[in-house]
């Protein structure tokens, strides 16, 4: 076991594919000799050489295409999209093209892809660095949509998503990057894709959460429990497909939720977790499933942050409102 | 402040004309069938020759009764290739099987050509997953919607090639409309940076739909557009199959050489509409445009050169246009029988595992299709 961050666990988790098999190919935007733009590709071209990992044109649409095209050789690609607003350039290769590669072919040809992206918000970007775009990704059938909020998941679930044989978006919050180490296995393991994780047990509300807000919403359970409300943190870990076994039978537990998304409420995935909830749980809740959202309005300026951004206060408002329904 | 335009030694618009000058189109056969180019005639057996003759032959025939299938309603999406058949088939034919072909969606023949069943050709255009089903060994995708996908799809299936050490190519085409697009610059752009063994092929049939060329840039070719990549780029006489054959092989030869990818315009026309979804050309086209080109018909140049060296006649096209429509019958019976699909079929294609969403769905609809 090691201490590592969660880049740290990224770049182990690439290194350890890349070893294990020689079709994966590493590249994006500055990911080669610079060691990525984040250092999550750090050492990498080194130690495989420039065919394994190598830095593309600045155009994510070509990267998109490369991707895919690659895969049609029997390469295993792992492209990286520098920042994950830079999504509309590429979304006709991720959207129109790898998620409807297997289908479009009957299954003649499939798009072994995983795009690793940061975003994510906190840390004062610039414009469209930040903007949480998953839902657009989640409402894309042929995808898979991962979102790691630990060091230890980041490692397990980027390993899984590599060997998965169908395209991933594999996006990592830049926030938790390096905001904290946890113990990590040197050696390799995997983590299911579509299972969500209980991080914290409770039996008197469900916080379903994922990203950065995981970290909120643990803060708020805490805090909540300090007033004697047992709360369970669930950590969606993938948001599509969710994990509607583990949200069911904790809500039939609770018999209370709310869903947590950093997300505009009007974007990310929460509405359609609440939708599952109602559709399979209904005659279990005693409240109404509520959402911690951001607001409806464009990512805000970096110094807006602090007051626009969902955080664990906003969880714990919520959460009193279900509780006390 | 300076009150006049300081002059300068530089001229922007010779520099223009400079490069527009290095885009002369080749040619091989003129209108006749005469050869107005010795050197460049490609080594070509007689049975080659033939057999190129053969496959445009047999190709002008698909689209004709491609078209009539279409209005009686057996066939689906379907754009006319007539006044194509050099540009599509003389390019397909310098090509080895190992090759990859990205079609655009006008470029069906090309893949049927590469091995793509004819039925499965009619199960495209209706729009039936199994089409879609490449047979193994048969190095195609099936047509992209998508104009300019294919391109930067392209560069990458080259640098897979190059990447493996393969001595193939990748080889993709678009329509004068489509080197508007983004993906058209990034793809060739990726290809040239990478030096990845690729073919771009432009046809330049005049119009995208109802837009004629001239409104989709200023610049006097397409070909030179090959400059923004830093790679060569060609503009030949797609009308005529030895000078597209010629230029698309050179490129071959220099891609699987490490010579890198190569732009080629073929200068053509489309004698139909656009796609048979509506679209009438004579509300953008004229007549007298239309007889200048059929003067420049592929098949009759090509007709009249084989018939003057003794190896084709009449009655070997009558055989080849019997086998053809003998062969479309066979194939759409085939494209007939086979069953309709299912939303199970579907869900199946999608991953290869199913998530749990489409788990449920899967059993819904099994139940469904059960009754």
Redesign the interface.
Known sequence: MAQMTMIQAITDALRTELRNDENVLVFGEDVGVNGGVFRATEGLQKEFGEDRVFDTPLAESGIGGLAIGLTTQGFRPVPEIQFFGFLYEVMDSVSGQMARWRYRTGGTFHAPITIRSPFGGGVHTPEMHADSLEGLMAQQPGLKVVIPSTPYDAKGLLISAIRDNDPVIFLEHMKLYRSFRQEVPEEEYTIPLGKADVKREGSDLTIIAYGAMVHDSLKAAEELEKEGHSVEVIDLRTVSPIDIDTIITSVEKTNRAIVVQEAQKQAGIAAHVVAEINDRAILSLEAPVLRVAAPDTVYPFSQAEPVWLPNHKDIIETAKKVLEF | MASKTKKTQFDAVKTLENIESQFEMVQILNEKGEIVEDALVPDLSDEQLTELMRRMVYTRILDQRSISLNRQGRLGFYAPTAGQEASQLASQFALEKED?I?PGYRDVPQIIWHGLPLYQAFLFSRGH??G???PEGVNV??PQI?IG?Q???????????K??G?KSV?VTYTGDGGSSQ??FY??I??AG?YGAPAIFIVQNNQFAISTPRDKQTAATTIAQKAIAAGIPGVLVDGMDPLAVYSVVKEARDRAINGGGPTLIETLCYRYGPHTMAGDDPTRYRTSDTDSEWEKKDPLVRFRNYLVNKGIWNEEKENEVIEQAKEDIKVAIKKADETPKQKVTD?I?????EL????QEQYEIYKEKESK
């Open positions: 990859f990205l997953f199994v879609n089903q490449i995708i099936p998508i996908a391109y930067v799809q392209a560069a990458g299936v080259a640098l897979g090639m990447k493996r393969k990748a983004g993906d990034e793809g752009n990726f940076a579907l199946s294609n999608m991953y290869e998530p749990n969403n489409l």
